[in-house]
Nanobody, 119 residues
Framework: QVKLVESGGGLVQAGGSLRLSCAAS????????LGWFRQAPGKEREFVAR??????YYADSVKGRFTVARDNAKKTVALQMSSLKPEDTAAYYC??????????????WGQGTQVTVSS
């Protein structure tokens, strides 16, 4: 059974930093692209960042502020968030895709962790 478990969410002031982590089990971790998504109340889920064999890729809204990194030995993927803004407030989800080249679908999802940025 595949499980993705996020941790590290919380309340932070604008301009602050937070580090999210996602621990995976039940899958061949190194063979997957790992991604982060977020969903704010009343909004659709949006892509934040992903990391695969070709390296990291970010949404324009977080480029330069967020860093995604993976540890294949520990089967974890982290999202370091800096210079946080109130508009970054959302539930953040970890996801895994088995697509080797172009990522078109995400096979597995975590339950999410809440990030709240106060102004």
């Amino acid at each position: 059974q595949v499980k993705l478990v996020e941790s590290g969410g919380g309340l932070v002031q604008a301009g602050g930093s937070l580090r999210l982590s996602c621990a995976a089990s039940g899958l061949t971790f190194s063979g997957y692209v790992l991604g982060w998504f977020r969903q704010a109340p009343g909004k659709e889920r949006e892509f934040v960042a992903r990391i695969g064999r070709s390296g990291p890729y970010y949404a324009d809204s977080v480029k330069g502020r967020f860093t995604v990194a993976r540890d294949n030995a520990k089967k974890t993927v982290a999202l370091q968030m800096s210079s946080l803004k109130p508009e970054d407030t959302a539930a953040y989800y970890c996801a895994a895709s088995s697509d080797a080249v172009a990522v078109t679908r995400w096979n597995y999802w975590g339950q999410g962790t809440q990030v709240t940025v106060s102004s």
